[in-house]
């Protein structure tokens, strides 16, 4: 399946990664930026499940390397199309100077080209109640 | 006073979200996909009543995420990808927004430090 372009984002933190790091894995630091309320099971196959207002984000991590790499799958359970966890976020914390650079790539995400795709729509509908609720 | 579609792409995330947020409307979405779908057609794939599906259409068609094409008394619905297009550029602009809080929630947690 050709895959679609992935969304992308980076920052540059003021911390090295090893202070970065535990936001994407302990439960009380990444309510600080993402979400209301959290259920992390930091591991490989583990509970990644992110409450925002309603909208639950449901997944399992893939990889946990740290303080460089996390990846977790990113979806919206109870969906008859899409289980939890059929898109991906990529994380990588690379070290510059006292600084952290964070590089996050979302994958998976519904593809305008493949009108047949019928993966994408609950994905992007939970990632972007996430965003509504947020901004 | 039917306003143009492109205007609907331009300024409707808030209606192609609440669109979004029933999932009648959506399976109603994935059905017209790459097809046109009368609204009788529609309306027989699920329990509910025709004035019913009838309203999630005339939703789904005001956010713009459907076309209607007349075919003798028939009105023909499918799917305007394009109109996912304000709701993709919500999505990205979502990572972003949220790295900016990571940034800010870390570095406030950080000891006070100069770092350059």
Same mark, same amino acid.
């Given at each position: 399946m050709?895959s ?7 920052t ?26 959290a259920?992390?099971?930091?591991q ?14 449901r997944?399992?991590y893939?990889?946990v390397?740290p ?6 799958t ?5 969906s008859e199309?899409?289980p939890a966890?059929s898109?991906?976020?990529?994380v990588?914390l ?5 600084d952290?650079?964070?590089s996050l ?8 080209d493949q009108?047949?795709?019928k ?13 509504v609720?947020h901004s | 006073?039917p306003?143009p579609k +492109? @205007?609907?792409d331009?300024s409707?995330?808030? *209606?192609? #979200?609440r669109a979004?947020?029933?999932?009648h409307? !959506?399976r109603?979405l ?5 097809h ?17 599906? +009838? @309203?999630?259409?005339a939703?789904?068609?005001? *956010?713009? #995420?459907?076309t ?5 008394? !028939?009105?023909l619905y499918?799917l305007r ?11 990205a ?22 770092t350059r």
């Amino acid at each position: 399946m050709p895959s679609s372009p992935p969304v992308t984002a980076t920052t540059r933190i003021a911390a090295p990664p090893e202070a970065v790091f535990p936001y994407f894995t302990d439960p009380a630091l990444i309510v600080t930026w993402l979400g209301d309320r959290a259920d992390l099971n930091a591991q490989p196959g583990g509970v990644f499940a992110v409450e925002v207002g309603a909208s639950p984000a449901r997944g399992t991590y893939v990889t946990v390397e740290p303080p460089t790499r996390v990846a977790f799958t990113w979806g919206l359970p109870g969906s008859e199309t899409m289980p939890a966890g059929s898109t991906t976020v990529e994380v990588i914390l690379t070290a510059d100077g006292d600084d952290t650079i964070v590089s996050l790539t979302h994958h998976g995400l519904p593809d305008e080209d493949q009108p047949a795709h019928k993966k994408g729509w609950d994905t992007l509908l939970s990632a972007l109640h996430a965003a509504v609720k947020h901004s | 006073m039917p306003r143009p579609k +492109s @205007q609907a792409d331009a300024s409707a995330p808030d *209606a192609v #979200l609440r669109a979004l947020a029933d999932p009648h409307r !959506r399976r109603i979405l994935r059905l017209v996909q790459g097809h046109e779908m009368a609204a009788g057609q529609i309306a027989a794939r699920f329990p509910l009543t025709q004035q019913a599906i +009838s @309203q999630h259409i005339a939703v789904l068609k005001q *956010a713009g #995420l459907l076309t209607e094409r007349r075919d003798g008394t !028939r009105r023909l619905y499918m799917l305007r990808h394009e109109a996912l297009d304000p709701v993709r550029a919500l999505l990205a602009e979502f990572w972003p927004d949220a790295l900016a809080r990571l940034k800010d929630a870390v570095e406030g947690a950080q000891p006070s430090q100069e770092t350059r």
